[in-house]
């Protein structure tokens, strides 16, 4: 049996030890041949030097330049330079995966031939105060949508996981992931697969601790560019991937016409900020849920701003220019967050 596990790494010096180490501590059937290929954006911190001390304790253990420096090359050198496989486990390097994790994805995989796709419980190491705040609001449904597979409490069917373990013939069936998309490239590849009516699954007895980095800022252009890379994959498969994708655009064009109201008289504007008024109400309701200090409640809502604006005027801004004028992704939306 033939695993191959790409791990797309840039500056990640105090992280991908553990990760490799967690890889190789994995239980796995007596017969797998392992490739774990590192594909690294051209490290500059040490990550490329530690890579190769560490390559010597490792069989299989393998180090791919992406001279490109972003996700979707990454994925995909490493899917094409660890070769032929049965199947290809997908790792970020700040995930240090269970010991059952690759062995219970196989089983699921070879046991349930419509599965193409498993993934994991994220379990969080937070870095500093903002991260954790930043994960608790992404651990909800509120924050997140009903369905992520982030707010899960069982196994079961959804429509895409974190690090992804899939069969390597779903590579034969659906192409690789899209190199065009900076941002989204795993969603648009799982939505090829539940587009040709197979599975993808959530199992909760497996996890990955996933060392949360996060700042205000960097939150704000991430969900930005989600909204914004969202609209560009809608458009390349011309119709709308996910139904939840639409509530904050939805919200945030609501709040902007909102004062058109007042044009009307003082009691249509009342019956208008209802769900202005049910959105406060659910804010404040899952800040004070998940927070352990009055000074995290307005974090919390500070980060849940963040997430759901900033995803409504990524989307809209994606709407403008690839639906409306017809323009290509800008280069501007091109860098990634950190």
């Given at each position: 049996m033939r695993l191959t596990v790409v791990i797309p790494c840039r500056n990640e010096v105090g992280y991908i030890k553990e990760c490799i180490n967690a890889i190789y501590a994995c239980d796995l059937p007596i017969d797998t041949n392992l490739n774990v290929m590192i594909v690294d954006g051209m490290s500059n911190d040490g990550t490329r030097e530690l890579i190769k001390e560490i390559m010597a304790n490792f069989e299989g253990l393998h180090l791919v330049n992406?001279?490109?420096?972003?996700?979707?090359?990454?994925?995909?050198?490493?899917?094409?330079?660890?070769?032929e496989a049965?199947?290809?486990?997908?790792?970020?390097?700040?995930?240090?995966?269970?010991?059952?994790?690759?062995?219970?994805?196989?089983?699921h995989l070879n046991e349930n031939p419509n599965t193409w796709c498993v993934g994991g419980r994220i379990i969080n190491e937070y870095l500093d105060d903002t991260s954790e705040v930043i994960a608790k609001a992404m651990q909800t449904s509120f924050g997140m949508g009903m369905g992520n597979f982030r707010t899960l409490s069982k196994s079961g069917f959804t429509d895409t996981v974190t690090s992804p373990m899939y069969r390597y013939d779903v590579f034969n069936q659906v192409g690789f992931f899209d190199e065009e998309l900076i941002r989204n490239q795993d969603d648009e590849f799982n939505f090829r697969i539940t587009n040709q009516g197979k599975l993808i699954y959530y199992d909760h007895d497996i996890s990955l601790k996933y060392y949360v980095r996060g700042s205000?800022?960097?939150?704000?252009?991430?969900?930005?560019?989600?909204?914004?890379?969202?609209?560009y994959v809608n458009k390349k498969h011309r119709t709308v991937t996910t139904s939840r994708?639409?509530?904050?655009?939805?919200?945030?064009?609501y709040l902007l016409t909102l004062p058109i109201t007042l044009l009307f008289g003082w009691i249509i504007t009342l019956i208008a900020c209802v769900p202005l008024v049910l959105y406060t109400t659910l804010l404040v309701y899952f800040s004070v849920k998940s927070a352990s200090s009055l000074l995290e409640?307005?974090?919390?809502m500070k980060a849940y701003l963040f997430v759901h604006f900033s995803y409504g005027l990524g989307y809209i801004k994606g709407m403008?220019?690839?639906?409306?004028?017809?323009?290509?992704?800008?280069?501007?939306q091109k860098r990634l967050s950190r």
């Open positions: 992406n001279q490109k420096q972003l996700t979707p090359f990454a994925f995909n050198l490493g899917i094409y330079t660890g070769g049965d199947f290809v486990q997908i790792v970020g390097a700040r995930h240090i995966l269970s010991p059952n994790y690759l062995l219970n994805a196989i089983k205000f800022t960097g939150l704000w252009r991430q969900f930005f560019q989600y909204g914004y890379w969202k609209v994708q639409l509530i904050p655009p939805l919200f945030v064009l409640v307005f974090k919390l403008i220019e690839f639906v409306m004028l017809g323009k290509k992704p800008s280069d501007k």
